[in-house]
């Protein structure tokens, strides 16, 4: 049997130095509402030219998730729930209930009776503020990523969660698409890689809505 990726990204959770990954990239405080809203654009985009239903469930979970996030509303399993109800368009998307596998089984996310829990708990953690919110904001998407807690749409959902926590602090990308490469769960340099990512975005689309203005 393959390597549990998930229990791998548990413990590679807990050695990345989150509060380092965005160590002298500068990124400014406060909230950033850009001239061009970078998701908005990606789903209307690239994604549209794909798929134009998808684009419109992606649409719709979008707008749900920022008026979640205009509530303060913490991310926990049942808030994605509610939202993976949209990005698949069905009246219910159950949690999965054993072991499930990406990138053409090469990886495997096992199941255990603490799973869920452990979800729930790493999830709270993305309103931690004593951590940087790129940090936050990337360990949210990559928790979503290797918790793997429906049986599709997974991927589509930790960009969500990325993007929630971000406007919960008032804050939207401009761009998103660099964001889109495949990650694994025992890269931790990959994962701080994540969260400097973050940072750098939020530092171009905070430098061009100032142009703008």
Same mark, same amino acid.
Request: aromatic share 8%; net charge positive.
């Given at each position: 049997?393959?390597?549990?990726?998930?229990?791998?990204?548990?413990?590679?959770?807990?050695?990345?130095?989150?509060?380092?990954?965005?160590?002298?990239?500068?990124?400014?405080?406060?909230?950033?509402?850009?001239?061009?809203?970078?998701?908005?654009?990606?789903?209307?985009?690239?994604?549209? /030219?794909?798929?134009?239903?998808?684009?419109?469930?992606?649409?719709?979970?979008?707008?749900?998730?920022?008026?979640?996030?205009?509530?303060?509303?913490?991310?926990?399993?049942?808030?994605?729930?509610?939202?993976?109800?949209?990005?698949?368009?069905?009246?219910?998307?159950?949690?999965?209930?054993?072991?499930?596998?990406?990138?053409?089984?090469?990886?495997?996310?096992?199941?255990?009776? /603490?799973?869920?829990?452990?979800?729930?708990?790493?999830?709270?953690?993305?309103?931690?503020?004593?951590?940087?919110?790129?940090?936050?904001?990337?360990?949210?998407?990559?928790?979503?990523?290797?918790? /793997?807690?429906?049986?599709?749409?997974?991927?589509?959902?930790?960009?969500?969660?990325?993007? /929630?926590?971000?406007?919960?602090?008032?804050?939207?990308?401009?761009?998103?698409?660099?964001?889109?490469?495949?990650?694994?769960?025992?890269?931790?340099?990959?994962?701080?890689?994540?969260?400097?990512?973050?940072?750098?975005?939020?530092?171009?689309?905070?430098?061009?809505?100032?142009?703008?203005?």
């Amino acid at each position: 049997m393959t390597t549990d990726a998930l229990a791998v990204w548990c413990r590679v959770r807990k050695q990345v130095n989150w509060a380092a990954a965005v160590a002298g990239r500068p990124y400014g405080e406060g909230p950033v509402r850009p001239s061009v809203d970078g998701l908005r654009a990606w789903y209307d985009g690239p994604v549209r /030219h794909r798929d134009p239903e998808r684009a419109d469930r992606l649409l719709t979970a979008l707008a749900r998730t920022r008026a979640d996030a205009a509530r303060r509303t913490p991310l926990t399993p049942s808030l994605l729930a509610a939202w993976q109800c949209l990005v698949l368009e069905s009246p219910e998307v159950p949690f999965r209930d054993g072991d499930a596998f990406a990138k053409r089984g090469r990886e495997r996310y096992g199941l255990t009776p /603490h799973t869920w829990q452990d979800f729930a708990t790493c999830l709270r953690q993305a309103t931690d503020p004593t951590l940087p919110l790129p940090s936050r904001a990337a360990r949210a998407y990559l928790d979503v990523a290797f918790f /793997h807690p429906f049986p599709d749409g997974n991927a589509r959902l930790s960009l969500l969660a990325l993007a /929630h926590v971000l406007e919960r602090e008032g804050v939207r990308l401009d761009e998103v698409g660099p964001l889109q490469t495949t990650r694994y769960a025992d890269d931790a340099e990959g994962a701080a890689d994540l969260g400097a990512l973050v940072a750098v975005l939020l530092r171009d689309t905070r430098r061009r809505a100032a142009r703008v203005r």
